[in-house]
């Protein structure tokens, strides 16, 4: 079967650094997105990632390790703004189409 | 401006009550989706369509209809709308289901069914 997980909430300092982990397992994966959510919004689309490492796009950065079914999203110089929920979501094939799957999501919230 | 219009953003109806839920995305994209949202179950799919005439069904689709005649929309058809149906509402486009197209996503659509 498929599952994916993270945590549920999460606290860090404006100015540091925080890493948010996303484990999975399913079959047929083809690639890994990251999508931010602020309260009562819309996701919005962080990141992709497909092979092995470390992506960096400004502040955010997304890392993968296939082999352990396992990502994270890290983010740099935090901010106010960047209290929301995160979303890890797996593509997969599935019957010669791709699927979507997300977690729960992690709130994350900044504090001054 | 490229967005996915989704309408109503709030709506409040009663069981048995058909309703509908439009949704429009001015990008040409192929791919489209819908998404319910509850606390504690994050996002998950009811239905979506790889292209105009074809929908298949997503991982929670009992209650729901939808049909893809034209590229642009993509409604939400609730027939029999029940108090279990209460629920944040999303659609979401790309360009094509694969590989690092990420979704652009409507403005949600708060449902509650009394």
């Known amino acids: 079967g498929q599952n994916i997980d993270q945590p549920t909430e999460m606290t860090a300092t404006e100015g540091a650094i925080v890493q948010i982990n996303c484990t999975y397992q399913?079959?047929?994966?083809?690639?890994l997105f990251w999508y931010q959510q602020h309260a009562g919004e819309a996701p919005t689309f962080l990141s992709y990632n497909v092979l092995d490492g470390l992506e960096e796009k400004g502040r955010f950065s997304s890392f993968l390790s296939r082999s352990k079914g396992y990502s994270y999203l890290l983010l740099k110089e935090l901010q106010m703004k960047d209290s929301a929920s995160y979303l890890c979501a797996f593509i997969r094939d599935s019957g010669g189409y791709q699927k979507v799957t997300f977690g729960t999501g992690t709130k994350l919230q900044v504090i001054p | 401006e490229a967005q996915v219009t989704q309408n109503p953003r709030y709506l409040i109806t009663v069981t048995g009550k058909k309703l509908t839920v439009t949704c429009s995305q001015n990008m040409n994209h192929e791919y489209m989706s819908w998404y319910r949202q509850d606390p504690g179950l994050g996002l998950r799919q009811i239905y979506y369509s790889m292209n105009v005439e074809v929908t298949d069904k997503g991982d929670v689709p009992e209650g729901y209809k939808v049909s893809r005649k034209e590229k642009r929309n993509f409604p939400l058809i609730l027939e029999s709308p029940s108090p279990n149906q209460t629920s944040l509402y999303f659609c979401?486009?790309?360009?094509?289901?694969?590989?690092?197209?990420?979704?652009?996503f409507g403005s949600g659509t708060r449902l509650t069914v009394v």
């Open positions: 979401a486009s790309s360009p094509r289901t694969g590989k690092g197209y990420g979704y652009t």
């Open positions: 399913t079959s047929g994966f083809n690639g």
